[in-house]
């Protein structure tokens, strides 16, 4: 992904399987990052899986510590929310794996869905 592309986030709703309606993200630098899944310690945790996952860093002094949570889906690769889908969220291509927080930053791993 390049920086200035749009994804859009859409968060779970509490106790439920749906959806809130998605955010858009503008990608930049030293805000929010997303790039393809690489490095030793990722390819010893995900082995032949990491071409399956993104890695997302947020700003935390922007995006808060509650904002994102796992099962929250993504909508990346260029897929964008359409007027078509019954629900939020269901046409989203990936959805949070897992988050680590930092001091600085928000490490979200985001794993792709497959069809």
Not at 50 to 79: C, H, M, P, Q
């Amino acid at each position: 992904m390049r920086l200035g592309e749009r994804i859009y986030y859409c968060k779970k709703k509490d106790g439920v399987e749906e959806y809130e309606a998605p955010i858009p993200i503008t990608l930049r630098f030293n805000d929010f990052t997303l790039m393809a899944t690489r490095g030793f310690s990722d390819i010893e945790i995900y082995g032949t899986e990491i071409t399956n996952y993104y890695t997302a860093y947020a700003k935390l002094s922007k995006w808060g510590n509650n904002l994102f949570r796992e099962g929250d889906k993504f909508y990346v690769d260029y897929a964008k929310p359409s007027v078509d889908e019954e629900n939020y969220g269901d046409k989203a291509n990936a959805r949070i794996d897992s988050i680590i927080y930092d001091n600085l930053f928000i490490k979200i791993m985001i794993k792709k869905l497959v069809a």
